[in-house]
């Protein structure tokens, strides 16, 4: 057997359409669809540690809204600078954190998510019709080394998936 049947096959001109579709594929998949990321910092620990490598799917919102809860990624600069964080605020929501406790209409918010021990304080926010209000899991930190806060629905990239 020589080097090119090893490397091309039976059908060279088949297997060379292959290659071709396969990389046409892969490029309009992880270029467009399934952004790859690296998380930096720890504002995310547990759910999302510093080096870990996740994707973004940016059709997850193209049929419905983002949800409380999810984890989405924030166009900060650019296509390729994007700040992880959870949604925990819904558009046209009011939004306040007591003692560490988050209050969503004055009612507190179950989140098992959170790496609690917080002593956090933040005044209402009132969200927009367009806005959601996003925050790191990892409550432990000091609210001041915190990139949190209301974003408006067009810098929600997508849904980050692990």
């Known amino acids: 057997m020589n080097l090119r049947h090893v490397l091309l096959g039976r059908d060279p ?14 490029y309009g998949t992880f270029g467009y669809v399934l952004l790859p990321i690296r998380g930096e910092g720890i504002s995310m620990l547990p759910a999302f540690s510093s080096g870990q490598i996740g994707f ?20 900060m600069a650019g296509r390729r600078v994007m700040y992880v964080k959870r949604i925990i605020g ?47 899991d990892n409550r432990r930190m000091s609210i001041q080394n915190h990139d949190l806060g209301a974003t408006s629905r067009d810098r929600i990239v997508g849904k980050v998936l692990f």
Do not use: C, K, M
């Open 13 to 26: 001109r088949r297997t060379l359409i292959r290659v071709a579709v396969l990389i046409v594929v892969s």
């Open 56 to 75: 973004v799917n940016v059709l997850a919102y193209a049929w419905s809204p983002p949800q409380r809860g999810d984890i989405v990624a924030i166009r």
């Open 90 to 136: 819904l558009p046209a929501e009011r939004l306040s954190i007591v003692a560490g406790i988050v209050r969503i209409n004055g009612t507190p918010l179950v989140e098992p998510y959170a790496n609690g021990g917080s002593t956090w304080e933040l005044p209402e926010v009132h969200l927009g019709p367009n806005q959601y209000f996003v925050i790191g």
